[in-house]
C-alpha cells in the first residue's frame, strides 16, 4: 500500500520561500512519476509541478521559474522549492504518485493529506 506524507508547509510573506517535502512508504518507489498538486478555496486542484523517473520536470505555467521539485530516491521523498511567493500561491498542497508522467489529476491514484501555504503580509 502507498502512503505519502507531505510536510513543510507554512505561513510567509509574498516573496518569501517554502520548502515542501514528501516521504512516500513505496516499495518501488524510483519507478513512480511524483507530482505536487495544491487545491485553493473555490478552485479546482490543479498540477504544480511533475518529475520522471530520472529527473526530468514539467510545470504548470504559473509556477515555472519560481517552483522547483525534485527527488531523491535514496530516501523515497520528493521536494518541492517555492521561492517569490505570490498571494495566489496560497493552497492546499498535494504529494501523488502515479505511472503516467503528467500534471493531469485523473492519472495519479495515491494521495498525501496535503500540507497547507499561506502567502499574506
Known amino acids: 500500500q502507498v502512503q505519502l506524507v507531505e510536510s513543510g508547509g507554512g505561513s510567509v510573506q509574498p516573496g518569501g520561500s517554502l520548502r515542501l517535502s514528501c516521504a512516500a512508504s513505496i516499495y518501488t518507489y524510483s519507478t513512480y512519476y511524483m507530482a505536487w498538486f495544491r487545491h485553493a478555496p473555490g478552485k479546482e486542484r490543479d498540477g504544480v509541478a511533475a518529475?520522471?523517473?530520472?529527473?526530468?520536470?514539467i510545470y504548470a505555467a504559473s509556477v515555472k521559474g519560481r517552483l522547483t521539485i525534485s527527488r531523491d530516491n535514496t530516501k523515497n521523498t520528493v521536494y518541492l522549492q517555492m521561492n517569490s511567493l505570490e498571494p495566489e500561491d496560497t493552497a492546499l498542497y498535494y504529494c501523488a504518485a502515479g505511472r503516467v508522467f503528467s500534471l493531469r489529476l485523473g492519472y495519479y491514484n495515491n494521495w498525501g493529506q496535503g500540507t497547507q501555504v499561506t502567502v499574506s503580509s
Open positions: 518529475i520522471d523517473t530520472r529527473g526530468g520536470t
